[in-house]
T-cell receptor, first 114, second 115 residues
Framework: NAGVMQNPRHLVRRRGQEARLRCSPM?????VYWYRQLPEEGLKFMVY????????ESGMPKERFSAEFPKEGPSILRIQQVVRGDSAAYFC????????????FGPGTRLTVL | AQSVTQPDIHITVSEGASLELRCNYS??????LFWYVQSPGQGLQLLLK??????LVQGIKGFEAEFKRSQSSFNLRKPSVHWSDAAEYFC?????????????FGSGTQLTVLP
């Protein structure tokens, strides 16, 4: 059973460009979470999604950031007009639809903004 | 709001020595508690979790943690550290109720293992 998949693993963007980060949850998991890890810090929650629904986006910056989890395909975290402060590791986690709240993490996407 | 404190930013131990990493949380009731480990450039791997029941939980790689309600703590222990345990360790809390399923993480403890 494959784990949580994220791509790309590394992404370099220039200021003002768009970044798209993809996350495929573990098989059978329908809940997806995105976290951001700034250098030398712990992970900070951004958004929690189920298929076609945003359940909790209380950790998302108000501007430039959006997330989706369509009926088909991976979850996408989109950052428009990136700035240097967006440089971080972005982790996706997934959990099953029922039976506990254990989240399983992907390897992360390391975004560098030049 | 829930919060997690890991008081030790960096710990160094010799291989074969015992280890204890501290974690204190703030939460209105009994939360779900987790320890994750992160190797350089990697994602997070779940070591163990506590939801309810026996307050001493066993995890992978020989780790265990004890939930102490009176101290709001969930310290991670290992009796004999191996060089491969060098990594960063994160304690996290989650809410057992409602739709708020986000995890709140501590800032991490970096473990160095000396030969």
């Amino acid at each position: 059973n494959a784990g949580v998949m994220q791509n790309p693993r590394h992404l370099v963007r220039r200021r003002g460009q768009e970044a798209r980060l993809r996350c495929s949850p573990m098989k059978g998991h329908s809940h997806v979470y995105w976290y951001r890890q700034l250098p030398e810090e712990g992970l900070k929650f951004m958004v929690y999604l189920q298929k076609e629904n945003i359940i909790d986006e209380s950790g998302m910056p108000k501007e430039r950031f959006s997330a989706e989890f369509p009926k088909e395909g991976p979850s996408i975290l989109r950052i428009q007009q990136v700035v240097r402060g967006d440089s971080a590791a972005y982790f996706c986690a997934s959990s099953p639809p029922s039976g506990g709240d254990t989240q399983y993490f992907g390897p992360g996407t390391r975004l560098t903004v030049l | 709001a829930q919060s997690v404190t890991q008081p030790d930013i960096h710990i160094t131990v010799s291989e074969g020595a015992s280890l204890e990493l501290r974690c204190n949380y703030s939460y209105g009731a009994t939360p779900y508690l987790f320890w994750y480990v992160q190797s350089p450039g990697q994602g997070l791997q779940l070591l163990l979790k506590y939801f309810s029941g026996d307050t001493l939980v066993q995890g992978i790689k020989g780790f265990e943690a004890e939930f102490k309600r009176s101290q709001s703590s969930f310290n991670l222990r290992k009796p004999s550290v191996h060089w491969s345990d060098a990594a960063e360790y994160f304690c996290a809390v989650g809410s057992p109720s409602g739709s708020a399923r986000q995890l709140t993480f501590g800032s991490g403890t970096q473990l160095t293992v000396l030969p």
